[in-house]
């Protein structure tokens, strides 16, 4: 066992000293590391989160508010915030990712709809910060230095350059233009756990943002992982809306408007997310994510296709950048 492992563990047990069983679980894109510990009546989560990388601070702080405003998180029982050590409550294994299908697909992700509601519905945290337009820029740009430069390794004309650029004017002014709301940042099925009560647990909740209305329900009705229909897509956004205006949450457009900046909160958001997993790929060594990058710029180049504004970007991304992707991970996958 790394010395890590062996002080976290022994400073877990100086706050439950019968605990039992220390288990590795699931890879995460963050460098926290989770594992699972028990006593004989009950399970808990043990968490090494590096101080000097991760928002343990705010993770803890987070997690009081959000339980205070009936969004379901775990319970932090103890921490070590000069180590990074947390002790936290056990939501179980069930994660929506791998456990979501046909039979049960409306039911959780109505449960998770409910959730997005809560967050909107928060009480005003001066803690938390709002996306600007310096910073939305600066995560599009992640796009173009790891995802097309460092991972496909594509060079970029002049011509290409103001196309991506001018799509980055564009998708950020359709996104900062919807009304702010409370926002997890990445609500898709990897954050969220069915618990063994038949509820919904959400994690890694420590990027909290005030950040665009649609922006959490792209993450999750755009999930990598389950891809659905268009169809479907116009249910649940239905759903949403009906649901938000009976909240009492100001929620004044209609449909189609709202179908529109549901559209481009993706694609800011599958910009950020080609940059970050190219990243942690070649940056962080974690490959684990790299068949993500497939369905991530399909969500971008069908998004784009949809307006003209943005066709000739799609057609760059389609004919360019798709094939150069389907090269590098059919041929190269390390």
Known sequence: ML???????????SQIPDLVDMVLLREQASSRKYYRVSTAKKNFILAFSDPQKELN????????????????VPTIEAFDIENGFMLIEDFGDKVF????????????????????????????????????????????????????SGYLQLEINELETKLIHDAYVLISKKFLGQKKTLCHFDFELRNLMLKNDGTIGVLDFQDLIYGPLTLDL???????????????????????????????????????????????????RQLRILGTLSRLHIRDGKSFRLPDLKQTLFYVIEASQKHHELKKFSNFLELKVQPALHERLGGNND
């Not at 010395?3 to 047990?13: C, D, H, I, Y």
């Not at 601070?57 to 379901?72: A, P």
């Open 3 to 13: 010395e890590v492992e062996e002080n976290l563990l022994k400073w877990a047990k």
């Open 57 to 72: 601070y705010e993770f803890i702080k987070y997690s009081e508010f959000l339980k205070k405003n009936q969004v379901s």
């Open 97 to 148: 990712q791998n456990e979501i299908n046909a039979d049960n697909q409306k039911d959780l992700y109505l449960l998770a709809i409910d959730q997005i509601i809560n967050l909107q519905l928060a009480d005003k945290n001066e803690d938390i910060s709002e996306l600007n337009e310096i910073s939305v820029k600066e995560q599009m740009e992640l796009f173009e230095e790891w995802f097309l």
């Open 218 to 268: 792209v993450s999750l009705i755009k999930d990598l992982d389950n891809p659905i229909s268009y169809k479907e897509i116009e249910f649940y956004l239905e759903v949403y809306l009906s649901l938000a205006q009976e909240a009492g949450i100001d929620v004044t457009i209609d449909l189609a408007s709202l179908h529109e900046d549901f559209e481009f909160a993706g694609l800011q």
